[in-house]
């Protein structure tokens, strides 16, 4: 049914699909890795408030500027969440930038 060639040919191909799905689990592995470590961050009220999030979008530093108290509570509170909402739209984007970077020929 099958000769020795094919036999060496299915073998050939079955190893390097092999070696090709271990080489996207160890690019996934680093690419998990290194997006964990970063933070975005966001500035909005003309830079008076600046807001840090980690790669699950969680809050991790908040800084706001002397300056804003010349501003209502409910003005520092708007631009809080607008920063958040910014930091986290970049987290997203970077996100989808890393998943399109990761299977990249994946159909191959």
């Known amino acids: ?3 020795d ?3 060496d040919e ?11 799905i271990e080489e996207r689990i160890a690019r996934a592995q680093a690419l998990a ?3 964990n470590e970063l933070t975005w961050i ?3 009220g003309g830079g ?9 979008g969680a809050i991790v530093s908040l800084h706001l500027d002397e300056e804003v108290r010349r501003h209502s509570a409910r003005w520092i509170a708007e631009q809080v969440i607008e920063a ?5 739209a970049d987290l997203a984007r970077q996100n989808a930038s890393l998943l ?8 191959r």
């Open 33 to 35: 890795a290194r997006f």
């Open 10 to 20: 299915a073998d050939r191909w079955v190893d390097d699909w092999q070696g090709r």
């Open 5 to 7: 060639g094919s036999l």
């Open 48 to 56: 008076l408030v600046e807001v840090a999030v980690d790669s699950s």
């Open 42 to 44: 966001a500035h909005t």
């Open 100 to 107: 399109t970077e990761l299977t990249a020929g994946f159909e």
């Open 84 to 88: 958040v909402g910014a930091a986290r």
């Open 1 to 3: 049914m099958f000769d």
